[in-house]
């Protein structure tokens, strides 16, 4: 079954620093995707980055790079230089197998990033 | 604006009243989702529809029904509703972009309580 486990069911950063959200997941799929959400406090779920698993390199969009590492099945996100408006959940997810498509969710990780 | 849209985005029921939450999307995607985030759980697959009429069960179906109305809608009915049903309940929808790359888009969510 796949699955996607989140361990830090919160962090906490000091504004400007760069910080890491733990990320593993379990597939016998060879092809897959891993992606990162944010949900502010606010609610709504904003799409943050996207790895896939024959991607060469490492995914970066702006402030936020995937640390890929497919032999021990680990995608961490790693924020730079931490604003306060980053405070929030954050949750890693996995495209599921087969025709329905769907996401598949890890429990989260609430960070708060400290002035 | 193009996304999803979910209406409404806030309900308080009582145990045993029925309600329908409403989802459309202009993106003429053919996968929609419904999902549903409880503190602590991540978002649960409910339902999903990987098309025009037809639907399928996911992690969480119990005490749900859902319809794919047309491309654009796809609703979720709770016939009795349960104080174990009190969520915020998310749609989605997916289209493929690029090969295996999907994007998926979220609603702003409905954040129900039953008493």
């Known amino acids: 079954a796949q699955k996607i486990t989140q361990t830090q069911p919160g962090m906490f950063v000091q504004e400007k620093e760069a910080v890491t959200l733990d990320c593993t997941y379990d597939?016998?799929?060879?092809?897959?995707?891993l992606f990162w959400y944010k949900q502010p406090s606010s609610g709504e779920m904003i799409f943050l980055i996207y790895q896939g698993s024959y991607d060469q390199q490492n995914a970066t969009e702006g402030r936020y790079s995937l640390n890929f590492q497919k032999a021990r099945k680990s995608a961490n996100l790693v924020i730079s230089a931490s604003q306060l408006g980053d405070s929030a959940m954050y949750f890693c997810a996995m495209r599921g197998s087969g025709s329905q498509g769907n996401l598949i969710f890890g429990k989260g990780t609430k960070l708060s990033v400290k002035p | 604006n193009a996304g999803v849209t979910q209406t409404p985005k806030f309900q308080v029921l009582k145990t045993g009243q029925s309600m329908t939450l409403q989802c459309a999307q202009d993106m003429n995607h053919n996968s929609m989702y419904w999902y549903r985030q409880d503190p602590g759980m991540g978002l649960r697959l409910i339902y999903y529809s990987a098309s025009e009429g037809t639907t399928d069960k996911g992690e969480v179906p119990n005490g749900y029904n859902v319809s794919r109305l047309n491309k654009r809608e796809f609703s979720l009915r709770l016939e009795s509703a349960a104080p174990s049903q009190t969520s915020v309940y998310f749609c989605a929808s997916s289209e493929a972009l690029r090969g295996r790359i999907y994007g998926y888009t979220f609603g702003s969510g409905t954040r129900l309580t039953v008493v």
């Open positions: 597939t016998s799929d060879p092809s897959y995707g």
